[in-house]
């Protein structure tokens, strides 16, 4: 397609009848925009408003909204110690998540960029279980924790039998047991990530400081790790998001059980609304949410993104 | 991959240790994914006792009652029917929305252009869970509880912001000069969208509804709360409820599960290069 400049100069100006490429009558732009701006405002931007909305109700979600409470929801959520847990379970997994999820799948990545063979099939199997939906994960995963289980025969198989554990029933370590399900879920998808962003750096520079002596370790602290800094910021920031909206897998799993030991905000959030039927409280609670995760995206932007891409931000 | 001439490695046999090392550390890890899936897909062929003395091993005798029970429950036929259908009726809903809307936005001047940019893309922070609660009523008010629309039209809404933040650097990227060209041949906005756009982005388009797709069919939290009826359940309401029904019955689960399992892994296996670069062209600067 080469249009000498000279003819498009010719053809575009008005008396023809066309405009300029670029622009467009507003009701034509309005119309294109039209089914996605309904369906976003309809079920998105209506919902998180009307969220903030019965935030200041004390509401059972079928009579009319008359009893305005003010603040005394949020009031009631900070002062509820177990919504409180709940706060720190999502912030025990987003921790964990960056201390070992990430830093695994980093690791993970960069063994898959050396001469291995097989090393698709090595990727393709890792990234399966990211695939997989939450319900059908939590469930096989709630078998394999049962007592006497795989997961414990698999233990005593190489030798660790006593370090079996009631792994979804002690509440001590019920939380940690969804952490590794968590990791074995998602570190596949954070590693595919990784390795695309290992992909654009150029071999040249990891060869350049291999030549001038840099051992592998020096290579990768020095070279290989800073230019994938915007990738792994990617991956930290998806995590940090996803951990702070989690629910389905423990749903299903064990509900937020044993007393209360894996409740996270959302299962908070959905127990109150919908087991209980406070709809007013519940969505103070969703306004919470809501306001953490725009919290942790703006500073994220600010300060860690800013310099890095437009369009960053992947599911 | 052809750049190992030169440079000065140790000895051969120290090389081919670290290299034994690398195969070990992914083969452990290869186990870690696939021991979990071939529990679930073996121990559907067990019976409990089996499942109880040795749950590592082949099943001995192999057990087909579980599957048998699972392929004839019509139940199960009724989630998938209704998992696909959602599955369907959502795809058909984001692609025209979010490719006509990233088409604007990435074609056009146009005052607010930013903004509604900015508003999109806003929405990749919120989950369903925050705006649960309203979209339960608004629901119940219009009569979608309990129909495949009331789960379809809230999925699209939600899938529509990752779903036009990977058009529209795509469609930037197309050259003017195409668009010039049609415009020289007459083309407004719509022939162009049409005729020469959307020819152009099948391979995104096509990674979009892949996404659409597993999105669809995975969900659960919003399933939950508006499919009140079994029979209106999809495929994870079912086998959460199946999970629920048969607490003891550890094999009968795996059953229902491994099946409910398999069409993803098969869906993965066949759309893997739609799905993981959708999922990093969009986390990674391409």
């Known amino acids: 397609m080469v249009i000498s400049d000279p003819q498009v100069k010719v053809t575009r100006p008005n008396r023809i009848g066309r405009r300029a490429p670029g622009t467009a009558p507003w009701p034509v732009i309005f119309a294109f925009l039209l089914p996605a701006l309904a369906l976003y405002t309809l079920f998105v931007l209506y919902p998180i408003t009307q969220s903030i909305r019965y935030s200041g109700y004390d509401w059972n979600g079928l009579e009319p909204l008359t009893d305005w409470v003010g603040l005394q929801n949020f009031r009631d959520a900070f002062a509820d110690p177990l919504f409180i847990e709940a706060i720190t379970h999502n912030g025990i997994i987003i921790g964990l998540s960056l201390l070992l999820q990430i830093p695994f799948a980093v690791a993970l990545a960069v063994l898959l960029t050396r001469n291995l063979k097989g090393r698709g099939v090595f990727r393709t199997m890792y990234f399966a279980p990211f695939i997989l939906s939450e319900v059908v994960t939590g469930v096989v995963w709630r078998q394999i924790y049962r007592p006497n289980g795989l997961f414990d025969q698999v233990l005593a198989g190489v030798g660790a039998g006593d370090l079996s554990r009631e792994w979804l029933a002690d509440p001590k370590i019920a939380l940690y047991s969804l952490f590794f399900v968590i990791s074995w879920k998602y570190f596949g998808f954070h590693m595919v990530l990784i390795l695309a962003g290992l992909q654009l750096i150029p071999t040249e520079l990891e060869e350049a400081s291999a030549i001038d002596g840099a051992s592998f370790w020096k290579g990768f602290r020095y070279v290989t790790l800073p230019l994938l800094g915007p990738t792994i910021r990617v991956s930290m920031f998806l995590s940090i998001i996803g951990a702070l909206q989690l629910f389905d897998l423990v749903w299903v799993t064990t509900k937020g059980g044993p007393v209360n030991s894996t409740a996270t905000m959302a299962t908070y959030l959905v127990d109150w609304g919908f087991r209980r039927g406070q709809f007013g409280f519940a969505s103070a609670v969703s306004v919470i949410v809501f306001g953490l995760s725009l919290i942790v995206a703006l500073l994220y932007q600010r300060f860690v993104l800013r310099r890095d891409l437009e369009g960053a931000l992947t599911t | ?286």
């Open chain 2, 1 to 286: 991959m052809t750049t190992t001439t030169v440079r000065t490695k140790g000895p051969s046999q120290k090389f081919d240790f670290g290299q034994g090392l690398l195969y070990l550390i992914a083969a452990l890890v290869l186990l870690a994914i696939i021991v979990p899936l071939s529990f679930s897909i073996i121990g559907g062929f067990r019976s409990n006792s089996q499942l109880a003395a040795d749950p590592v091993g082949l099943p001995d005798p192999w057990v087909w009652t579980n599957y048998q029970t699972a392929l004839t429950d019509p139940s199960f036929y009724g989630w998938v029917r209704n998992s696909v259908l959602i599955a369907l009726i959502t795809t058909a809903l984001v692609l025209p929305a979010a490719s006509l809307a990233a088409f604007v936005i990435a074609r056009y001047k146009f005052r607010g252009r930013e903004l509604v940019f900015a508003l999109f893309t806003l929405g990749l922070l919120f989950p369903v869970a925050v705006a649960i609660l309203p979209l339960f009523i608004t629901l119940r008010q219009t009569g979608l509880l309990n129909s495949p629309l009331g789960i379809a039209l809230p999925q699209a809404a939600f899938g529509l912001p990752l779903s036009i933040v990977i058009l529209r650097p795509f469609f930037r990227s197309i050259p003017r000069d195409l668009e010039d060209a049609a415009a020289i041949d007459g083309c407004g906005p719509l022939r162009f969208y049409w005729s020469v756009m959307l020819p152009l982005s099948r391979p995104v388009l096509s990674t979009i509804a892949v996404l659409t797709v597993v999105g669809s069919w995975n969900a659960f939290l919003l399933p939950l709360l508006v499919l009140i009826q079994p029979e209106q359940w999809t495929l994870p309401l079912g086998i959460n409820n199946i999970s629920a029904q048969y607490v003891t019955d550890t094999a009968m689960i795996l059953a229902y599960t491994t099946l409910a399992m398999i069409p993803a892994l098969i869906f993965y296996f066949i759309a893997q290069k739609q799905i993981v670069t959708g999922l990093t062209t969009g986390g990674v600067k391409g």
